[in-house]
């Protein structure tokens, strides 16, 4: 029987199984205590549940995507156990407890977000959704007890027995193997009898071969040797020799023609070095170790100047512009010493005496013994490359139109200047933030080349009036800034500011017989009270010339503190307005209009009110400039023309035959909204079955400014649905009789300030009655506004004027009580006297 028999049969015996499937408990028993490990670590600091924690506190992605990473892991290892064999009824309970409480966070984690979106903070959730750990804890250490045991007696007798067989089988081996060395040695001494005989046979076989071997040898040297004699004396060194077979001759004969192709390789290099070396448009010069010129190529020529007659023996320091220090060559010739290369952009002069750009880079030959041999330079002429860079700086930093900074220059400027005045206290920096009243106006009359044109102006005029060390920049549009540099006054900064608005309030002749007369916003910071911050500085001033903006323009403001409080009021009022669209806080009140003549009321103006939560009711002078600068206008505006026609619609259907007017702003005219002004009023109109004349658009005097062609383009397709337009305010703006002549205007009201001043002031009451006066010339309706007493209601009448309103007759109300009043009046109203 073979070896390998009988150790397999010691293999298959009970013993040696009953070792194996022990040792295979232990294994299991191993990767159970680990699984049960890394589940007590997930239930721990820094495993699954620590990262449901910081998820709920924080709420941060990251750690909800490593909880349910870790979930996943968690999960795996209870697969593993729960398929694993050796489990109690009990270690099963264990382990559904195990995989409930992991499965119950799971669960919460799921929910958290909901939770915090209906507002409940972080206790809360916890306290609502605590899961106790002590459960699954308890149920691991179960687990753990409940381990697989191993009698050590019965495993210590299974082993000794396991060793003592297979101590047997090796001593049989041995013997075995002791048998088969023998056999082996008495071959090796048959076949080493043979060896030598055979032996003997090739060694007379070899000195034969031996000799036809050397004859061979000779034959191919003599066909070598001819080979080359013919290749010296026909000067052709570029046909290889010829040879066959594969011994040591053929070795050599291979590279001997290696040799030769290489030899052959480096003539042709040669001659295209010098090739590159007298067409290359770079410059070449070549020095000796003493620095003096061996050669230079054409290019080298062309671009100095000189010949090379000129030049060869001398030093290339008769290149040199004097541009450059001692310094500068020192630095250079420690790098050709250390690092054997140097390269760089370096001034040069020509024959001529022109100074030129170049780009130089000089490498060092150095010899065996690392002394240098020669020095090789290569430039070229980096003329245009200078003139192309300096040309994309200035587009990176300047204006296009007006030649000035821009705001990546500028700012860069001001934050060197701020770095500047925190190492000096002496120094100190003002920035004007300078913004043109009206010029969208000019832009879009006269056209972006008018436009455009003025800019370049108000850009020169601003230079003239600041000091040569300051900076005038352009932002962008309509927008610019200066930085005033070194220590100034108050006083100094109002009067350099005074006469900016002084100049910029000049004429600008566009040509075409075109003339503008603007005004311009200027907002002042100054470094040392407002920050040292370039972004805080520009914020401020911004905010500074807002703030000019608001108090009626064509004037400056230094920034305060409190602006900043102006700002956050502005901001929660336009966060505040997004909130109140979505909430449908606004209220219509309405104001009655009545006919002067018989009292009767005609008609109602639609005036908004903002309904807050805390606040209560909040007049529109509160919320109406910002929500036409947000462009929230238009929203509020198509509510407040959808409002108006339902509320309208109602009262027709009480039998109350009334118009209403409605106020729009310049923001809803434009033809740039979203939805077009006369699309919003035809939609509400069709909606609620209103008659086009019933419904009036209210419009004032500056919005007719900003855009003229536009605004008679929208006025005019709203006329064309059957819509009157009225005038509000009329007297208050500029160049009023040319826009009666030009816009489609159906009614004028008469300003209040001019009314309640009419009765105690000639100048008032001349312009009222010049105003009712035009009005009829032109056949257009006038309504008087500011009715406060039986006095301005009688002299109103008297004059002629068509309609009125104001508190005398009605303060604006709600649209219920608006019905009551209508009804008390009936056929006798009391402001008839």
């Not at 070896?3 to 009970?14: E, M, P, R, S």
């Not at 013993?15 to 670590?41: G, Y």
């Not at 509160?622 to 929230?632: D, K, P, R, S, V």
């Not at 106020?663 to 919003?680: A, F, G, Y």
């Amino acid at each position: 029987m073979s070896n390998q028999v009988l150790l397999q049969g010691q293999l298959d015996t009970d013993n040696n199984q009953q070792v194996l499937a022990i040792r295979k408990l232990l294994t299991q028993k191993l990767i159970r205590a680990e699984q049960l490990a890394q589940l007590e670590r997930e239930i721990g600091y820094g495993g699954l549940i620590h990262y449901f924690k910081k998820y709920t506190l924080r709420g941060e992605a990251t750690d909800r995507q490593t909880f349910i990473n870790s979930l996943t892991i968690t999960q795996d290892y209870i697969a593993l156990l729960t398929n694993s064999s050796h489990f109690t009824p009990e270690d099963k309970q264990a382990l559904a407890t195990i995989k409930d409480y992991f499965t119950r966070y799971y669960q919460y984690m799921l929910l958290t977000d909901s939770l915090k979106n209906e507002g409940k903070n972080i206790e809360q959730i916890d306290s609502e959704y605590h899961i106790d750990d002590r459960q699954a804890i308890d149920a691991i250490k179960q687990l753990q007890r409940n381990e697989l045991e191993i009698d050590a007696d019965y495993w210590l007798e299974l082993s000794s027995q396991r060793i003592d067989k297979f101590k047997a089988l090796g001593h049989h081996i041995r013997t075995d193997i002791q048998a088969l060395a023998q056999t082996k040695e008495q071959q090796a001494i048959e076949s080493l009898r043979l060896f030598l005989a055979i032996f003997l046979l090739l060694f007379i076989f070899t000195v034969y071969f031996s000799f036809l071997s050397v004859q061979r040898f000779i034959k191919e040297l003599r066909h070598i040797r001819d080979g080359m004699k013919q290749m010296q004396l026909k000067r052709n060194f570029n046909q290889p020799l010829m040879v066959q077979g594969n011994n040591e001759i053929t070795d050599m004969v291979i590279a001997f023609n290696h040799i030769l192709a290489e030899i052959n390789q480096s003539e042709e290099d040669q001659k295209i070095s010098a090739a590159v070396f007298h067409h290359a448009s770079e410059a070449i010069m070549i020095t000796n170790a003493n620095n003096e010129i061996e050669t230079v190529n054409p290019a080298f020529c062309r671009i100095s100047g000189y010949s090379a007659a000129d030049v060869i023996g001398k030093n290339p320091n008769i290149l040199s512009s004097g541009k450059h220090g001692r310094s500068f060559y020192k630095k250079m010739w420690q790098d050709l010493e250390q690092k054997n290369c140097w390269q760089g952009e370096v001034w040069n002069k020509r024959k001529n005496g022109e100074l030129f750009p170049e780009f130089l880079a000089i490498s060092v030959v150095r010899d065996k013994s690392r002394k240098p041999l020669q020095y090789i330079s290569l430039f070229s002429d980096i003329t245009k490359y200078k003139k192309y860079e300096e040309d994309i700086w200035i587009q990176a930093n300047y204006d296009s139109l007006t030649g000035l900074p821009n705001r990546d220059f500028f700012l860069d400027k001001l934050r060197k200047e701020l770095t500047i005045i925190k190492e000096n206290k002496k120094n100190d920096v003002v920035l004007l933030f300078i913004d043109l009243d009206r010029f969208k106006y000019v832009n879009d009359t006269w056209g972006h080349t008018s436009g455009d044109k003025l800019l370049k102006l108000a850009a020169k005029r601003l230079k003239m009036c600041v000091r040569e060390k300051d900076t005038v920049a352009r932002l962008g549009g309509d927008e610019f800034v200066v930085l005033l540099e070194g220590v100034l006054n108050r006083k100094v900064i109002e009067g350099l500011v005074h006469n900016m608005l002084t100049t910029l309030s000049m004429p600008f002749h566009l040509g075409s017989k075109n003339e503008a007369v603007l005004s311009a916003s200027i907002g002042i910071t100054v470094a040392s009270e407002d920050g040292d911050n370039a972004d805080l500085l520009f914020k401020n001033a911004d905010t500074a010339m807002y703030q000019a903006k608001t108090l009626g323009r064509n004037t400056y403001q230094f920034f305060t503190k409190e602006m900043n409080e102006t700002v956050s009021r502005r901001m929660y009022i336009e966060q505040a307005l997004r909130q109140a669209i979505k909430q449908q806080e606004f209220v219509l009140h309405y104001q009655p209009v009545v006919s002067l003549s018989n009292g009767e009321i005609i008609g109602v103006e639609a005036l908004i009110r903002w309904q807050h939560p805390n606040k209560g009711l909040i007049y529109p002078d509160n919320f109406i400039t910002i929500a036409e600068e947000t462009g929230l206008i238009e929203q509020i505006g198509q509510w407040v023309i959808e409002q108006a026609c339902a509320d309208l619609n109602h009262w027709q259907s009480l039998g109350l035959m009334l118009h209403v007017a409605v106020n729009v702003s310049s923001r809803q005219c434009k033809q740039t909204s979203q939805t077009p002004l006369k699309e919003v009023i035809s939609n509400a109109l069709l909606k609620h079955n209103i008659a086009p004349s019933n419904f009036k658009v209210e419009i004032t005097e500056s919005l007719l400014m900003d855009n003229s062609q536009e605004m008679i383009t929208t006025l005019q397709e709203i006329r064309s649905l059957g819509v009157a337009i009225h005038m509000d305010d009329f007297g208050t703006g500029y160049s009023s009789l040319s826009y009666l002549k030009h816009f489609p205007i159906n009614v004028l009201k008469i300003d209040r300030s001019f009314i309640q001043g009419a009765i105690d002031d000639k100048t008032d009451a001349s312009l009222v009655e010049a105003v009712v006066l035009i009005g009829h010339s032109l056949s257009l309706k006038l309504v008087g506004e500011g009715i406060e007493t039986q006095e301005h209601y009688n002299y109103l009448r008297e004059l002629g004027c068509d309609y009125g309103q104001g508190y005398f007759i009605s303060k604006p109300i709600i649209a219920t009580e608006l019905i009551t009043l209508c009804q008390e009046v009936g056929d006798s109203p009391k402001w008839i006297a």
